[in-house]
């Protein structure tokens, strides 16, 4: 799976079986399917983005992937539709876009591109996000890449010295979390360099074969939007 945005990890895996089973369960067939999935990945995709776009949220999506079963929505496609896989993909979407009028943006903006009912793709969205938790999920459980991050999460631990402080959180995400707050400069570039190469590690996993620029700008109204 190294080298595949969101959308090739999805349709690649196990020939695509989760993502047909996500769209017949909405009536959809194979290349309605593939349009919705397509047009709806690139918000997940930047919203992923805007989550990681910090350490520490960078060390909750690691912790997340590394601590949870997502991957078996791509292992067991027979999940998707089911009221747990929604209320899992709804819980995703709560997080990354903060607000259901969010959701419905999203969808609106994909109807637009593939002639597909706003109802049915803001139905797919959950399993969609899913599916993109699940993709990432397995790169970050590969052999080589969970050994990279375990090591960078060691050097983390090693430069926060004495000044860590406890943190709720375990694992990656708590040994990341430690270092904030420190407040020192060099532990501060330390934690910048390494969430730059920790970002690095997921590559254009966190990308999505799609027109993410315009997606970025539908985000921003929707989520404008949403707090005002």
Avoid: C, W
């Amino acid at each position: 799976m190294s080298g595949m945005n969101l959308l090739e990890a999805i349709l690649g895996a196990q020939s695509g079986a989760s993502a047909q089973q996500a769209g017949a369960s909405l009536g959809l067939n194979q290349s309605q399917t593939q349009n919705a999935i397509a047009a709806l990945l690139p918000a997940i995709s930047s919203a992923f983005k805007r989550n990681t776009n910090n350490p520490e949220g960078f060390a909750q999506l690691i912790q997340a992937l590394q601590g949870g079963n997502h991957d078996e929505y791509l292992r067991q496609p027979e999940r998707m539709g089911r009221p747990e896989s929604i209320t899992d993909g709804n819980a995703i979407l709560g997080h990354l876009f903060g607000s259901k009028d969010v959701s419905r943006a999203v969808a609106g903006h994909a109807a637009q591109k593939t002639g597909i009912g706003a109802d049915i793709l803001k139905k797919l969205l959950p399993m969609v996000a899913t599916m993109a938790m699940g993709s990432l999920s397995q790169q970050t459980r590969q052999p080589s890449m969970k050994e990279q991050l375990a090591n960078l999460a060691i050097q983390q631990m090693m430069g926060g010295g004495q000044q860590r402080q406890p943190q709720r959180q375990s694992g990656l995400g708590g040994l990341l979390g430690g270092l904030f707050g420190g407040g020192q400069q060099k532990q501060q570039r330390q934690v910048q360099q390494q969430h730059q190469q920790g970002l690095g590690l997921l590559g254009g996993m966190l990308d999505a074969d799609g027109d993410g620029s315009v997606m970025d700008d539908v985000l921003n109204m929707a989520m404008k939007a949403a707090t005002r």
